[in-house]
């Protein structure tokens, strides 16, 4: 993605914030579900362009892949034949995975663990700004699909705890905590100093 001049990314933030895409002044609406994928290479790459901080506060989750095990690159490199890649869901399982996340619980005390989190990053001085409200929904709608598939029907801390350095580490703006491992870190030392609920 940031390898995108800036007129490309102002096409994927549309599409990301308006669910359609506009070509040559037609506009198209995109079939329900859909999702947005981006890879980024490091910042410090030449020619890469810095996502502006609206357009990463967009995505749910940053995730990291890190490199192939031993086995896997073994493979790559002896050009044995990997597994292709297969479908896993249909349209229909993901909409029915979808109105089974909107009936997950969540009790009052984890939406306070998660405000509790959320407010703590808006009073730290060493941030630029806290997390935004789309990211307490983000981290509220990801903690309800976890739940989802782990076969539960409510929500637990343990998601919270789990899924917040992935779902709020991209949206940190601090001069402080620039690297992706900063700024986990500091989700991690923020969970760390939250009581979790009983």
């Not at 020619?47 to 995505?59: A, E, K, N, W």
């Not at 896997?72 to 089974?100: A, C, D, G, H």
């Not at 539960?152 to 491992?181: G, N, T, W």
């Amino acid at each position: 993605m940031n390898r995108t001049p800036p007129r490309t990314q102002s096409a994927l933030l549309q599409v990301m914030a308006e669910k359609s895409v506009t070509i040559d002044q037609s506009t198209y609406i995109l079939d329900d579900p859909f999702f947005v994928l981006g890879t980024q290479n490091p910042s410090n790459s030449e020619g890469t362009y810095r996502l502006p901080d609206s357009q990463m506060d967009r995505f749910s989750l940053r995730l990291t892949l890190g490199y192939p095990d031993y086995c896997f690159e073994q493979r790559i490199l002896t050009r044995q034949k990997l597994n292709p890649v297969t479908k896993s869901f249909s349209r229909e399982q993901i909409k029915e995975l979808q109105s089974l996340v909107e009936e997950v619980h969540v009790d009052g005390k984890i939406i306070k663990y998660i405000l509790d989190l959320i407010h703590k990053t808006r009073s730290d001085r060493r941030l630029i700004h806290g997390i935004s409200v789309r990211g307490s929904q983000e981290l509220h709608r990801l903690c309800k699909a976890r739940a989802v598939f782990h076969n539960r029907d409510y929500v637990i801390p343990e998601d919270v705890k789990v899924l917040s350095p992935f779902a709020l580490s991209h949206r940190i703006l601090s001069y402080q905590f620039e690297d992706r491992i900063a700024q986990e870190n500091y989700i991690y030392e923020i969970l760390e100093s939250i009581s979790i609920p009983a």
